[in-house]
């Protein structure tokens, strides 16, 4: 007889041979490094938010007694240690609610006795999971979205993500029509639908969803009697005009329109403070018996109350909460603008994004026909060949192919730099080809793009950071 | 339409409702204080080790640069603060790595790459039930059991534990028979054993599992070929002989007896170290799937980069672990001695117990009958008129009522005082009580009982803390 695993550690529900992980494996193994590895891959997959941290570590050193590890704070050593309850401290929740006000600009009010801990946005999303729905019970998600989702919110719970499609031709938007027929398609199936997730501002769009699809959304699960949980994890990233509209605003300018029971905020400080090692998830719901039992479920993913301990004390500092919260974005807004005009300058378009750590980069027009399999070679190409690590659509479940989500906040100055000029040429290469494969067949471009890397040393050595490389092939698209 | 949450969500399996918990509740809406609250309730139902704390706050003055919140380490806040690979920190999978070897005498070796991160022992045994079992699978236990397990292993997996009944006439031993009967039985049942969950040292037990009796599980489980997941968090709380045997140590002397990939060891810091705060678990399997998987799923509880980076640096001072660990032991074992001779004044005995933070005490024969009525009704006295909360054997699943696990190591030595004059007055009024209710019948005595408070208070003044009262009626017991 032969021993047996169970059936989620033998099945792929972990998705971690996608794409979207697979891109991550290529950077661990030949990291760009300005002096130590100039060839190397540049991580550009990856949503981290590291332009702020001189901020904080200012902030770290002007308030030792934050930390029980320094002489000034050691006296809480133990208390903190042992401390186990799975409220979390009270100091924690209390910060942690007033922040979730103040970058909500102080429209909504956030009861700290309902901030329930989890391991990071992953573990509040399974979390949710785990309470709203049966295994076989689905979940409608707007597309594209993030692919961590699959496994958060399905690998362990046995639950399904429905997608509601929604189309470049209308900036993604997410309209009455798409959650209905995604909604009916499910009923079709026999598949209960127990809610709706929305990601505002959206990974990987970028961008924020406005108040009327807000207000339509929740009217439509309220209609429907479903869930609707809205991951709010970017919303101190939100850089430009139109601001961020929170569901708590939505909901509480007409309480009594909205059943509190079926809405549920998730959140982080993974993205807006740029923590993600520090595991600090959040489930905000207006239902009480989602609370008590998320809380219960705590247990599996509670914060460090090393880190609660620092958390309350950095949060509760409303001097560096109001000069982080602007700052933080007012640099994200700066290196946007850095990236996407880099990428304008040889007629590469993206999505127009007021929010997020990354921008939806459209590359329909450099893919040899409309198919995921093109948009698959064309990312080995960008991968190997341009050493850059972007995200192909596919895994985010994106119902074109072509679009690519790049990041642009988790590097330094001269990395972007680098990354602009290597899409610059790789570009132009790349339109060459194209024409080529036009006219002559795929066999030859295939060869052709085996030799890519020879063909880009040598212009790379033409190029100069202050002349971004112009063509009378490109053109700017939005 | 009514909108509805999961069977999870609505049903009890947290088991929060048990009589461990509500003691718990009992001690958090009155908690003693020594001069604030001094007739509060004494909590002796929390496994805290707080006995070595003065040696870590001692090692945290003297170490600044192992905190990323110090003017000496705060250069590394950003790197830490970002850090997200699910693999943790290689010098903390070391550390940690190696802290286990020294807690088991250098006599194994443990590999840091298959040291997998969870939220404390409670994601630990979670993430080892969702790779081992299917819901509906069962895993043997051993009783008495932690009652966590419960809520551990099987609420949100929807897998079994199933009790392998050890008796007090044999010292709660595991036995091959006893093995045997519970595997027989579930069989009969149709339900697939997946494996046999072992916890060595024992909580509630507070003994060592002998070598022998690690062997024949072993063995036994080889023979099944199903999984035995030993839970070691408390290997470092040995203080008396026979000292402790990993299961690591019976695979290695053996390796070729045994399949390795069915031995999974599950560990923690939160009582080896007294850390419960910074959820730190440990999946140690030899099972490479298992491994890959744990640590997959481990995303949904990573422990804080900042308390990772604290821990390896900590870990990593040999002259403080090799000082702290016979320390910690040596102050455990005074402590047991401490309480269990006071309780042997009044004739209380224990279960002969050389490790943990608790010991296992026979209340047997101060119950009205040999029922869990009858044990239940003890323990609400114990909790409402000796205001000690210590927990009843009945949610740890004891097959004879009368056992309480009362833990020492949570307290200051004047607390442990104060705990054994109360135990000392109510054992000498329940004794007296007892044999009215001989003579009289049972509803005298439950008035009786009532009145407890106000018999107590009286001859609480009689009682000095250095001249415990003794009596004809009571005798010692082991």
């Not at 709706?196 to 807000?214: E, R, V, Y």
């Not at 570009?427 to 795929?442: A, H, S």
């Amino acid at each position: 007889m032969e021993y047996t695993l169970s059936k989620i550690a033998t099945n792929d529900g972990h998705g971690e041979n996608s794409a979207f992980f697979d891109g991550w494996k290529a950077y661990d193994s030949d990291p760009y490094h300005p002096t130590k590895n100039p060839n190397g891959v540049i991580q550009m997959g990856l949503a981290e938010n590291q332009l702020s941290f001189d901020l904080v570590q200012e902030w770290v050193k002007k308030n030792p007694k934050a930390s029980i590890c320094t002489n000034e704070g050691v006296d809480d050593f133990k208390e903190i240690a042992i401390f186990q309850d799975y409220h979390g401290l009270p100091e924690f929740r209390n910060a942690v609610a007033r922040f979730m006000e103040r970058v909500r600009g102080n429209r909504v009010r956030f009861d700290p006795n309902r901030i329930v801990m989890s391991g990071g946005a992953t573990g509040a999303q399974e979390t949710l999971a785990f309470c709203l729905a049966d295994s076989g019970d689905a979940l409608l998600v707007p597309t594209p979205y993030y692919p961590g989702n699959d496994r958060d919110l399905t690998w362990r719970t046995g639950i399904q993500l429905l997608p509601v499609v929604c189309e470049s031709s209308t900036g993604f938007k997410i309209t009455r029509e798409a959650l209905e027929t995604a909604y009916k398609k499910a009923q079709d199936s026999n598949i209960k639908v127990k809610g709706l997730l929305l990601n505002n501002p959206s990974n990987p769009l970028g961008t924020t969803i406005d108040k009327q699809t807000l207000t339509e959304s929740l009217t439509f699960t309220n209609e429907k009697q479903i869930h609707l949980i809205c991951d709010e994890i970017y919303s101190a990233t939100v850089f430009d005009q139109p601001g961020f509209t929170s569901i708590a605003e939505i909901f509480e300018e007409n309480p009594k329109s909205y059943n509190p029971n079926l809405i549920h905020i998730v959140y982080s400080l993974s993205k807006d403070l740029g923590f993600p090692g520090f595991r600090v998830g959040i489930i905000y719901s207006y239902n009480d018996t989602v609370t008590n039992c998320a809380r219960k479920m705590s247990s599996f993913g509670l914060v460090s109350t090393q880190t609660q301990h620092l958390i309350a004390s950095m949060l509760s500092d409303d001097e560096f909460v109001d000069r982080f919260i602007p700052e933080s974005a007012k640099r994200l807004a700066k290196r946007h603008e850095i990236l996407t005009r880099g990428l304008a300058q040889v007629g590469i378009g993206s999505l127009k994004s007021n929010a997020g750590l990354f921008c939806w980069m459209d590359l329909r027009r450099l893919l040899k026909e409309a198919t995921f399999e093109a948009e698959a070679e064309l990312w080995r190409m960008i991968i190997e060949d341009v050493k850059i690590n972007v995200s192909p659509g596919a895994p985010f479940h994106c119902s074109e192919p072509g679009w690519f989500r790049v990041c642009f906040a988790n590097m330094d100055d001269e990395a972007v730099r680098v990354a602009i000029n290597r899409i610059h040429e790789f570009v132009m290469i790349v339109q060459t080809k194209k024409q080529r494969y036009i006219r002559r067949g795929k066999l030859e471009v295939s060869l052709s793009f085996r030799r890519l890397d020879e063909i880009m040393m040598g212009s790379m050595k033409m190029s100069s950071p202050h002349s971004p490389m112009s063509s009378p092939l490109v053109r700017a698209m939005t």
